[in-house]
Structures are given as C-alpha cells and as structure tokens.
C-alpha cells in the first residue's frame, strides 16, 4: 500500500483494472459462511440507523450482497422492498429464493436501476475492494431518491490495531484496492454531492473462532485451536470488540 500525500488515502500500488477484479469475483466463494449469523448480528444493528434515517416504507439496495443474508435481515429490521447486486454467482445461486429473485448477478454499474428507484443503499465491506470509487459513488447517488440515505462499513486504515500490526494487518490485502479512514471516506461522499449524517469507529459481534483467524499468529497454533476438539466451542463463543473497522451514514440532500 502507498499514501497519497495530498489527501490522506491509502492505495494498492499497483492496483488491479476493473475487468480483471470483476471476472475473479465473479468466481469467488463464500468462505465466510460459518460467520454470517455473526455478521447478521452486526450488520443489522447498523441497518436499523440506517432505517431510522428513511422514510418509509423503504426500499433497499445492498451492493456486493453475497447469498443474501443481510439483505433477509433487512426485512426483518422493517425495510419494505430489497434488491441486491453481487458479482459472485456462486452467492448469489446459494440466496434463498425470495431473496435471490432480487439480486442481479453483476457489478455496480450505471444501467442496472433507475434514477431514485431506493430510499437507502448499504455496502459491507465492498468499498475498498473498488478500483474506481467515484463512479459508484455518483451511482449510488443518482439511483438513491433525494433524501435518501447510504450506509458503508469497511476497515478502517487509523484503528489502533491497524497501526500495531502495520503489514501484518489482515487489512493489507491483495484484494483491497483503497483503505479509507473516517477522513477519506467522508471526503469522497462530500466531493460527489452528499452530506454525512454519521460515522465512526463501531463494534463486531464475531466468534472466538474467527478472531483466532484474523490474528496474525503461527500457523501451528491457529491449526491446533481451528481444527481440534475446540474449534466447535470457539465457533459457538461470540464477543463484541472494535476490530478496526468504521461506519458512515450519508444522505442525497
């Protein structure tokens, strides 16, 4: 990763083009799937503020969706409609048929819903997996109604443990092409026409399991705690930590 001295961002040097990122998501699996009733807690607490910001009843689209999950958690949480884009088509074949009928197997891209069509729009973890985010920042916008309101979550490049563990993050991925702090993020809103309503670092409710993952420890000693007689138990403790990620609400004035 390198630091754009003028503005604060950090991006991947160099950074994949868009055809390539898009066909190798379009492959990916769904190898966090022991995690989802985890992120489904998260994820829904936020989509519930998002909500709160809307009027109603209130459409929803969630971009990178994956099979679904928190898009059924969205109805759950009072959203009235929800469509999904997901690049994945072994996601989006894995979404439950009331809620895969809505989801358009692609990328963002202009053309694939009308102007105003939503009342809010939600990204986990998608953002700084974009290559160009300015063209779907100015989507999301034009596809939102006014008054509408978009919510993202991803990591954030100033948490405490990011500067700890520096190139040992699990942030520092190949597959991140940009990785944002409350800072950048807001600014890239602001510069195409929104307005912030809330932001911040905030909390994940995951497994003892999965943290053990993230960790950057032996391999020995992750296999002996995610593969023996303990894993199940570790898969079923849960706790809520700050795992170095952020969330903002923004608004089409």
């Known amino acids: 990763m390198v630091q754009c001295l003028k503005c604060g961002l950090l991006r991947s040097d160099p950074v994949a083009d868009g055809e390539t990122l898009a066909r190798l998501y379009s492959k990916s699996t769904l190898d966090y799937s022991d995690e989802i009733p ?32 928190a898009l ?7 959203f009235s409609k929800v469509r999904g884009v997901e690049p994945s088509r072994t996601a989006v074949a894995a979404a439950p048929a009331a809620i895969g009928s809505g ?15 939503f009342d809010a729009i939600c990204m986990f973890q998608v953002l700084d997996h974009i290559p160009q985010p300015g063209p779907v920042i100015a989507e999301c916008y034009r596809v939102l109604k006014p008054g509408g309101a978009m919510l993202c979550i991803n ?66 000693l992750k296999a002996w705690f995610l593969q023996g007689a303990l894993a199940g138990t570790l898969r079923r403790w849960r706790v809520r930590l700050p795992l170095g990620n952020l969330f903002q609400i923004a608004q089409r004035p």
């Open 38 to 69: 985890n992120l489904r807690l998260t994820y829904g607490r936020f989509l519930s503020r998002l909500l709160n910001h809307v009027s109603k009843p209130a459409a929803l689209l969630e971009i990178g969706c994956g099979n679904g999950f």
């Open 72 to 78: 059924e958690e969205a109805l759950l949480r009072g």
């Open 103 to 117: 989801i358009v197997c692609d990328i963002m891209r202009p053309g694939l819903f009308g102007e105003g069509e």
């Open 155 to 220: 990591h954030n490049s100033e948490a405490l443990s990011a500067r700890i563990l520096g190139e040992s993050s699990p942030i520092i991925d190949i597959e991140h092409a940009y990785l944002y702090s409350p800072d950048t993020m807001s600014r890239l809103f602001l510069e195409h026409g929104f307005r912030i309503l809330a932001g911040g670092s905030m909390l994940n409710t995951i497994s003892i399991a999965h943290l053990i993952h993230l960790l950057p420890l032996p391999r020995g």
